[in-house]
Structures are given as structure tokens and as C-alpha cells.
């Protein structure tokens, strides 16, 4: 099977915590690519990162890193010290020859 | 760089009625595609274009659903007749197409479609 899960539905925490966002891919591909995207309330599907499977150093972009360990296909997404403004539904996907979302996780930073 | 255009961006019709949405990508990208996203859910793929011919439509309710790309361009999504279960946000995207088809992939805003 192909496939990405995001487990975690829903997750609220209180502005300047810290929130890892978990997702989980399942492929038989050798090659492929995973990405995460933001969706505001306006619906935009915003670009974050992608990860081609033969770069498995971690990534940090101010406030955002990533961690991608092929050994348990995971590719995790963590917010230092959250902000409002994060507040969003973030999707996780992997194009395994065809693209496949993950469900979501909605993400609520109460001030 | 202009991104994915849209239109219309809502749309509220009845079921059995026909509606048509717009998508013109990003210049110069090779790849289209059409995705549903169903509230509560992430972005299903209905249908991959390469230029202007089909690379992937495996998921398209071809009983009701029709799409084309004509120029290998802009891209017009169908569906004829809609049913309730029809009601979703209708997302295109592009990309940068072939070797590089994980490059440049950039979504719109979508057409939030409503069958009452």
C-alpha cells in the first residue's frame, strides 16, 4: 500500500509552546518525495517543505524543523515557540509516483 | 511569478445540475492537476495532465466527472450530473512537469462547490 497518516486529528496548545505535528508514509518505492503544507482558514494549499528519500538530514527554517527518519517512514513536523498566526490544518503528502495527502492535522494556538 | 488562478471561487447549484470549473496554471508548467478535497479530509487526486494528455485519472468518476486540457494550457473540470456528495473544495495545481514534477508544485485557491 501507499499511503501517509497524520494520527493526530486535532491539537490545541497555548502560543510560544512547542508542537511536533507526526506523519507516517508507507511506500514500495526507492525514490520519492514528501512535502508538508499549511491550509489557512482562507483554504490555500501553502507550500513548506519537501524532502526527496535520499536527503534524510533535518531541516530548520526559523521557528519550523523537520525530522525525516526512513528507518521508521516517518517525516515530523515541529513548531518552536507557536504563534497564533500557526493556527492553520497542515497536511502532510508523498508523491510515490502519484501524490497521496495525508487526513490533516489541525493545528490551534490559543493566545 | 502569478500562481494557480482559479474560478469561480464559489459555486452553489442543485444536484443533477452541470457545473464547470477554470484552472489556468503557472507559465511554463508542464503538469496539471485537478484534486477534490472533501471537508475534513486531505486533497484527493482526480486527475494528473502532462501537456495536454492524461497521465492519471484512475480516481475521476468518469460517469459523471470529465476534464481537458485543451493547448495544454488552461483546463476546464466537468461535472454532469452532480450529486450532494459532490460538495468539496475543488483544488488545481501545477507543476514544473517530467523529471522536475516535484518542483514548483503550487495549488490555487479552489472553487468551493455546494450541491444543495
Known amino acids: 500500500a501507499q499511503k501517509v497518516t497524520q494520527a493526530q486529528t486535532e491539537i490545541s496548545v497555548v502560543e510560544k509552546e512547542d508542537v511536533t505535528l507526526d506523519c507516517v508514509y508507507e511506500?514500495?518505492?526507492?525514490?520519492?518525495?514528501l512535502f508538508w503544507y499549511k491550509q489557512p482558514p482562507s483554504g490555500e494549499l501553502v507550500f513548506l517543505i519537501r524532502r526527496n528519500s535520499f536527503d534524510e538530514q533535518n531541516e530548520i527554517s526559523g521557528r519550523y524543523s523537520w525530522n525525516f527518519q526512513k528507518s521508521t517512514s516517518s517525516f515530523n513536523f515541529t513548531i518552536t515557540a507557536s504563534q497564533v498566526v500557526d493556527s492553520a490544518v497542515y497536511f502532510c503528502?508523498?508523491?510515490?509516483?502519484?501524490?497521496?495527502f495525508g487526513s490533516g492535522t489541525k493545528l490551534n494556538v490559543k493566545p | 511569478e502569478a500562481g494557480v488562478a482559479q474560478s469561480p471561487r464559489y459555486k452553489i447549484i442543485e444536484k443533477r445540475q452541470s457545473v464547470a470549473f477554470w484552472c489556468n496554471p503557472i507559465s511554463g508548467h508542464a503538469t496539471l492537476y485537478w484534486y477534490q478535497q472533501i471537508l475534513g479530509q486531505g486533497p484527493k487526486l482526480l486527475i494528473q495532465f502532462q501537456n495536454n494528455g492524461v497521465v492519471d485519472d484512475s480516481q475521476l468518476p468518469k460517469d459523471r466527472f470529465s476534464a481537458e486540457r485543451l493547448k495544454g494550457v488552461d483546463s476546464t473540470l466537468k461535472i454532469q450530473p452532480a450529486k450532494l456528495e459532490d460538495s468539496a473544495v475543488y483544488l488545481c495545481?501545477?507543476?514544473?512537469?517530467?523529471?522536475?514534477?516535484?518542483?514548483?508544485?503550487?495549488f490555487g485557491s479552489g472553487t468551493r462547490l455546494t450541491v444543495v
Open positions: 503528502a508523498g508523491n510515490f509516483n502519484k501524490f497521496y
Open positions: 495545481a501545477s507543476s514544473l512537469g517530467g523529471s522536475r514534477a516535484n518542483y514548483g508544485y503550487t
Open positions: 511506500t514500495r518505492d526507492t525514490t520519492y518525495y
